[in-house]
Every structure is written in C-alpha cells, then in structure tokens.
C-alpha cells in the first residue's frame, strides 16, 4: 500500500525544537523528491522545503531559511524535517508530500501524509 | 514568495459548471509549466487533481480541468456534483527553487 505517514507533532513551548518524521510506504522512496508542507489553523497551505532523492539538494522558504532543516535516510524509508527556534505562528499540521515520479523537482505532489500537528504554546 | 491569488470562495449548483482562477506573476505561474491544482476537504490531506497546467492524475474524472493564460492558471469543475463541495488550492514552482501556494477557495456546492 502505497502510503506516507508523519509522526513527532506535539505541544511545545516558543524557542524549543522538533523532529518530525515521514515514514514512507509502498512505492520507491530512494528515487522520490519529497517535500513539506504545513497548513496553520483555518489558513491555507504554506510550502516549507523539498529535498532531491538523493539528499543531496534542499531548498526552503524564506520563512523557515537556517531554522528548519529537512533530511531523508533512505535507508530506513524516512524523511525528516528538524524544526527548531520554533514560534507561535509555526502553528501548524505539517504533511509530508511525493512529487509524481520521474518528473521535475517541483511537479504535483500526488502521495501526502495525514499530517502531524505541532502546536507552539506558552 | 507571496501567495498566488485565488477567490476566497465560488458556488454553483449541481450540474454547473464553476472556475477557480489562480493569479501569480511571470516568476510563477507565467513562468513555468509546473502548475497544480489540489482539492481539500475539512479535516484531510490535499489531493492532487491537476499536474503541468492541464494533465489529470489517474482517478480523477474529466469533470475536472485546468488551463493557463499569461501570468493566470485556472481549474474547471463542470457538471458539479455534491461532492466536489471542499477547499482548492493552486501551486506553483515559484523560481530560485522555491514554491508558492494559492490562498485557497472554498467551493459551495449549493
């Protein structure tokens, strides 16, 4: 069954850190770019990085740049994204998300997660 | 990155039709072929209904299209069917390896 599944979300306080975790299911995930993605609370949804199959390239918005950090192990089927400095308006569920196979970096992503949620609270 | 802008929210009825514009700049949605479309309802995961401006993944009906002019992508719903009442959000390689999403509209089926 072809799936990806997020785990790590948690309640956590302004400043601190995470590691999520996309274990992957079903399908190659050695020749898959993966992305992040996260949607805060009744708002849309906000791309966050992608990584080439490889691990070897990553690329990040403007608003994570130097605080997030996505990695994969394709040994173990695993994408991660290590979330640090965390604030408030990091709020958010974060899906993990395939792009189509054997295309460009940046076409449909057409496998998502279910989403883990991370709640930044004081 | 600024959001690519979409309609907060359109309505048709069973067995209209309805399009959903997506406007970005010639660094976006102009520039590129990367474009596409993901249907959302409450409380799930995105679902892609249309890749590369145009094409349908496997599974999606035909009901659903998508098109672009200029710096303007736009999906296509026609014969609307209850179910297809949810949130649609376009997307876009954005340039400089960075991507964009739409803010996102919410179609009322009524």
């Known amino acids: 069954q072809v799936q990806l599944v997020e785990s790590g979300g948690g309640v956590v306080q302004p400043g601190t850190s995470l590691r999520l975790s996309c274990a992957a299911s079903g399908f190659s995930f050695s020749a898959s770019t993966m992305h992040w993605v996260r949607q805060a609370p009744g708002k849309g949804l906000d791309w966050v990085a992608v990584?080439?199959?490889?691990?070897?390239?990553?690329y990040y918005a403007d608003s994570v740049q130097g605080r997030f950090t996505i990695s994969r192990d394709n040994s173990k089927n695993t994408l991660y994204l290590q979330v640090n400095s965390l604030r408030p308006e990091d709020t958010a569920v974060f899906y993990c998300?395939?792009?189509?196979?054997?295309?460009?970096?940046?076409?449909?992503?057409?496998?998502w997660g279910p989403g883990t949620m991370v709640t930044v609270s004081s | 990155q600024s959001a690519l802008t979409q309609p907060r929210s359109v309505s048709g009825s069973p067995g209209q039709s309805v399009t959903i514009s997506c406007t970005g700049t010639?660094?976006?949605?102009?520039?590129?072929?990367?474009v596409s479309w993901y249907q959302q309802h409450p409380g799930k995961a995105p679902k892609l209904m249309i890749y590369?401006?145009?094409k349908r993944p496997s599974g999606v009906p035909d009901r659903f299209s998508g098109s672009k002019s200029g710096n303007t992508a736009s999906l296509t719903i026609s014969g609307l069917q209850a179910e297809d009442e949810a949130d649609y959000y376009c997307y876009s390689y954005a340039g400089s390896y960075t991507a964009v999403f739409g803010g996102g509209t919410k179609l009322t089926v009524l």
């Open positions: 010639s660094s976006d949605v102009g520039g590129d072929n990367y």
């Open positions: 590369d401006v145009s």
């Open positions: 998300a395939r792009v189509r196979p054997d295309s460009g970096w940046y076409d449909g992503f057409d496998i």
């Open positions: 990584i080439s199959n490889d691990g070897i390239y990553t």
